[in-house]
């Protein structure tokens, strides 16, 4: 892997900056001199810069990582395409949607909404549709398309992020700094070094600048994946499952989401055990209460029959002069009988 030549960096016109009242005193240090109010940067360290980057890149490629190539400025955006597609690489050239690192999981289901628009486009699936539903789903398709062509097929977060404007794709930075991507981009004198893992000093717009380091870059990747085709391969390709539930999702995500808690299966055994347990204490409490409801019943019935004695043995009396009155009555009776014969 040869470096790229001083004399095609000048050729190229890398060197120059912006204007020395738009600059970002983080770059001090990979600024070589000021000509006529801009700016020039030092090629020595661009070529120092640029050479590590390409290690990066290759190393990063080797352990089966990928590559994504952001650039959404117009006139360099087919440059960076064809770069990207050539060496194999994701890119994004038109637009960056806020979170598409960060929030990856909604990117990768409107990627899954997309491949199923496309093809149900292909099979003839929407014939039957009326006709502003068609138009409708094909405006959706063309939109989703629009932003998310060049990382349809990016099954996870890329290993490195090349970015050709530093300070232009600000959130695209902040974005992989947050989750720790390394990230490789061109830094002009406006740019902030520190978000940057290996910034490469350069011009960020001129054509022939930004094509002679995106070319040195994507060089580096197709020579990596040659090197290592199988972890490349492994890395591209992604299985697919579709369901009529949730539409087409990918064994790797089936596998890590999150399985929900068994829950507890009843068992009659220990159920009547409980109960039997419970119960058994309930009816030795009731054995209690009806022995204490005997006790307090025997001794009621105890003193009605004391106070019932008592009167029997006063009636005694009567009972033994009942005959005396009654033997007196007889003979009254008696004498009454002999008195009247």
Not at 240 to 252: H, K, P
């Amino acid at each position: 892997m040869a470096d790229v030549a001083l004399n095609d960096l000048l050729q190229a016109g890398v060197h120059f900056g912006h204007q020395t009242s738009r600059w970002n005193p983080k770059m001090r240090k990979y600024i070589f001199a000021e000509r006529g109010g801009i700016y020039l940067l030092d090629l020595k360290k661009t070529q120092d810069k640029l050479s590590e980057a390409r290690e990066l890149v290759r190393g990063v490629v080797t352990d089966g990582g990928s590559v994504l190539f952001v650039c959404t400025k117009p006139q360099l955006a087919s440059l960076v395409r064809e770069e990207a597609e050539r060496c194999g690489a994701f890119y994004v050239t038109e637009r960056w949607l806020g979170g598409m690192l960060t929030n990856f999981q909604t990117i990768k289901k409107n990627i899954r909404r997309l491949k199923e628009l496309e093809r149900g486009a292909e099979e003839g699936s929407f014939e039957f549709y009326t006709k502003k539903e068609q138009l409708l789903l094909d405006r959706e398709r063309q939109k989703l398309d629009r932003y998310l062509s060049g990382i349809k097929d990016m099954g996870r977060l890329p290993g490195v992020v090349f970015v050709v404007d530093a300070k232009k794709e600000e959130i695209a930075v902040k974005e992989a700094h947050r989750l720790e991507i390394p990230v490789v981009a061109i830094a002009d004198t406006n740019a902030d070094p520190d978000m940057l893992t290996v910034p490469i000093p350069g011009n960020d717009d001129a054509i022939r600048s930004v094509a002679l380091i995106t070319r040195a870059i994507a060089d580096s990747v197709d020579a990596a994946r040659r090197e290592a085709p199988e972890a490349g391969g492994e890395q591209a390709e992604e299985v697919f499952t579709y369901s009529s539930d949730v539409g087409e999702t990918s064994e790797a995500e089936s596998s890590r989401r999150r399985k929900r808690p068994r829950r507890r299966k009843p068992r009659p055994e220990v159920i009547a055990q409980r109960r039997q347990t419970k119960g058994g204490a309930t009816d030795q409490d009731a054995v209690g209460e009806a022995e204490a409801a005997e006790a307090e019943g025997a001794e009621a019935a105890a003193e009605p029959s004391a106070k019932g004695d008592q009167p029997k043995s006063a009636g005694a009396e009567p009972e033994d002069e009942v005959p005396v009155s009654a033997g007196a009555g007889g003979g009254e009776e008696e004498d009454e009988e002999g008195e009247s014969s």
